[in-house]
Structures are given as structure tokens and as C-alpha cells.
């Protein structure tokens, strides 16, 4: 029957990307999945299957991702639309013109709900016992971009749900937001570690383990002030380790320039982040990136850049700190610092959720199909199951509408 085909095509799908199942997580650096770390999912995740599964998805892609989402909805949408209209009569204008709105209706829900609204979430599973699990850059509302009301105990709760340890507060050019956290935090409560993010010219600095608040003008005038303020961070005593972010030492530091910056005392390099403009960063770029990295043993992170916008974790850092968990906040902090000076691009593992990268140009028309197909695939088998049990709802509502 006729409302079988769109449920048997998409199911067909679903069992075909089971088929052709694939990890869901990859060590970055190795460009492998990693043997001893797992994904779990929340039951609520697996239920809702059809809305979390594209969440996520979405949720640690970049704006090609959501450009040819975008793309493909409003022509799957004005394809729908155009099915109702008949050669003649104004009835089925109306048809068309109601599926038209429920087609853009469900689109910008959607993407709200990716946005703003709290839902079920991957959470990352380390065997090792004396693994930390870290996050180099996230922020609170005390950031101009910070979402109202993400505040330092919402950032932690955050960073538990999805399996971090640890997390540096770098709010943009504000400094302070843990310094209570730390004092009366509950005893298995995440670790809020000091940190700042200083707006620059061309340039957006993580200053990990900073002691004071710092100020970006005036050397955000110009990128010879920028390089100075650098330098002056690099010989600080407080040894704050200093780390590029995405993507704008990409755009505005790549090249020859990516050398005199990096000879300039940065400390490390992310190479992988959920934020949108950073994962346009391709996987060549990333993989020059590392090299870099190796060459001068520069540490190498990812970073979720969380302000309270979006509910997925896509990338997390992985340590080996064997007696961490009886460490006092500031010597954590301290110690993580020089394991990662120390250890250079090999001394952290930077795991995350693997995916479909477009890297531009004509592939970014694909971004959303291939994407998508590739989350697919990444799902666990009671997702799947869910998902073929969700598409016979329409079909069950169809039947019950034309036997009515």
C-alpha cells in the first residue's frame, strides 16, 4: 500500500546503516577508534531515538551541517507541498500551502529544541580508573555569549551528565566565575578548574591556570601586540599554559604565520571542538595541525567551547593521572598543567564522537545526507530498534484515518 513506501524506504535505511555498523568514537590523533573507551546512552536517549540520534548530530557540526539540512528539508518540503496540488482547484492550494507550514514549523522546532532545549545525551565510559576526563574550554553566563542563567553549578552538572571529571571555566575576558564553586562544591562533583579566554587580534587565546583576570586590550589592536601579549603570558612565573582556539588561529594564523605563532610560547593547539565554526576545520588542516604540534611538542586538545547553548558533548580529553581523585582542586590543576607541557601532542587523547566532515566547496550540498547516514551508522542496535518501532506510527495513524 501507498503509506507503506516512505516508512519501508526509511527503515530499509536503518537496518542497511546497522548492517554497516561503525565506532562512535575516534582517538583524533590516531585517526582510530579507541579500545578501552565506550559511549553509554541514557534510556531516555535510545526511546527518543529519531529526535536524539539528528541532535547530536547536528549538535557537534558545523554551519555546512545546518546549511544543507536547511537545504534539503525545504526541498523535501516543497516537494511534499507540490504532491497536493492537482491540476485544478483551490482546495488543494490549501493542502499544499498547510504542508508548506508544517514543514518550516517542524525544521525551526527542531533546531530550537538542538539549541536551547534539555535532552537525553551520550555520555563517554573510561575502564581505567586513574584516566581524567577534562574539558579546556567552556564558559558561564559571566561571558558576553554565555547563555542567562548557565551559571558555574550548571556548567558542572553539564560536564557530569556527560562524563567529564574536570573542566576549565574560560569565560571570554572575565576571570573569578569557580573561585565559590571551588570553596563549597559538593565532594563528587566535577572540577571546575581557573581559566580565561582573551578576545585578540586574530586570535582567540585559552589561558589555562590563570590566577588573575587579564585584559586583552590593547593588544587586540593589532597581531604584533597579540604575539607580544604571548610571549609575556609564555614567561609569566604562574606558568599558565596557553592554547589556540578554533577556529581562529585557522583563518587568521594559518601557514607560515601558524610558525611564528607557535614560536611565540603557545603551549597547544585544539584541534577539535563542537563549536560550529570550528569543525569546518578539515581533516587535512587538522592533520597539518598535529604535525605541527609533534614537531615542536605542543600539546594538542579538544575543547566542547560550551555556553550553555546545545546539550551534546562531542569531544572529550583523556589523561592518565593516577592519583588524581585525592588531589585538592589547585594542585589538579597544577599538575594536569605540567602533564600536558610535558607529554606534548602524545601525552593527551582527544576522543570524540566520529562523523562526517564536509570540508567545503562542492561537498557541502551533502553535508546533511551524508552526515546523517553516517550517525546512523554510529547508533547503537536498540537504537535502531527504536527507530523502526517509531515508523509505524504514521502508518498506524493512516490506517486508522482511512478505515475512519
Keep these: 500500500m501507498r503509506r507503506w513506501r516512505l516508512p519501508t ?3 530499509a535505511a536503518v537496518l542497511l546503516a546497522r548492517i554497516l555498523d561503525a565506532p562512535p568514537l575516534l582517538d583524533v590523533a590516531l585517526s582510530a577508534p579507541p579500545a578501552d573507551i565506550s559511549i553509554e546512552y541514557p534510556v531516555l536517549h535510545v526511546l527518543l531515538a529519531p529526535l536524539t540520534v539528528p541532535a547530536d548530530w547536528l549538535n557537534g557540526g558545523s554551519r555546512y551541517d545546518l546549511f544543507s539540512l536547511i537545504g534539503w528539508v525545504a526541498f ?8 497536493a496540488v492537482p491540476r485544478a482547484g483551490a482546495g488543494s492550494w490549501r493542502v499544499a500551502a498547510s504542508r508548506l507550514i508544517a514543514g518550516c514549523l517542524a525544521l525551526v522546532a527542531f533546531v530550537a529544541v538542538v539549541v536551547w532545549a ?3 545525551v551520550p555520555r563517554i565510559v573510561v575502564a581505567d580508573s586513574t584516566a581524567l576526563v577534562f574539558d579546556v ?3 558561564t553566563s559571566l561571558s558576553h555569549d554565555g547563555r542567562a542563567g548557565f551559571g558555574v553549578a550548571a556548567n558542572a552538572a553539564w560536564h557530569r551528565r556527560t562524563g567529564f571529571h574536570a573542566a576549565f571555566v574560560t569565560d571570554h575576558n572575565r576571570y573569578g566565575a569557580v573561585r565559590q564553586w571551588q570553596a563549597d562544591r ?17 586570535l582567540h587565546l585559552i589561558v589555562l591556570g590563570t590566577r588573575r583576570e587579564l585584559s586583552s586590550a590593547p593588544h587586540n589592536e593589532s597581531a604584533a601586540a597579540t604575539l607580544g601579549l604571548v610571549d609575556s603570558l609564555a614567561s609569566d612565573p604562574e606558568r599558565p599554559l596557553l592554547v589556540a582556539s578554533l577556529p581562529e588561529y585557522a583563518r587568521h594564523w594559518w601557514g607560515q604565520r601558524l610558525d ?12 577539535w571542538t563542537s563549536s560550529p565554526k570550528g569543525m569546518e576545520f578539515s581533516a587535512a588542516d587538522r592533520a597539518r595541525a598535529l604535525t605541527a604540534a609533534r614537531l615542536r611538542r605542543l600539546a594538542v586538545v579538544g575543547a566542547t567551547d560550551m555556553h550553555g547553548l546545545g546539550q551534546t558533548a562531542t569531544v572529550w580529553n583523556v589523561v592518565r593521572i593516577p592519583d588524581w581523585r585525592s588531589l585538592s582542586d ?3 590543576e597544577r599538575t594536569l598543567l605540567a602533564h600536558l607541557r610535558a607529554g606534548g601532542a602524545e601525552g593527551n587523547r582527544v576522543i570524540a ?3 562526517w566532515q564536509a570540508a567545503g566547496g562542492a561537498w557541502a550540498w551533502a553535508a546533511a545526507p551524508l552526515g546523517l547516514w553516517g550517525a546512523l551508522r554510529r547508533t547503537s542496535p536498540a537504537h535502531t530498534l527504536v527507530m523502526l518501532l517509531w515508523l509505524l506510527i504514521p502508518v498506524g495513524l493512516a490506517g486508522l484515518r482511512r478505515s475512519g
Design 353 to 355: 564522537l566520529d562523523r
Design 330 to 332: 589547585s594542585t589538579l
Design 186 to 202: 559538593p565532594e563528587d562533583a566535577v572540577r571546575l578548574l581557573n581559566g580565561e579566554e582573551l578576545s585578540l587580534a586574530g
Design 137 to 139: 574550554h567552556s564558559h
Design 260 to 271: 611564528t605563532l607557535l614560536m611565540s610560547g603557545i603551549g597547544g593547539l585544539e584541534i
Design 118 to 120: 534539555w535532552r537525553p
Design 9 to 11: 524506504a526509511i527503515g
Design 76 to 83: 523535501a518540503v516543497v516537494a511534499w507541498s507540490a504532491l
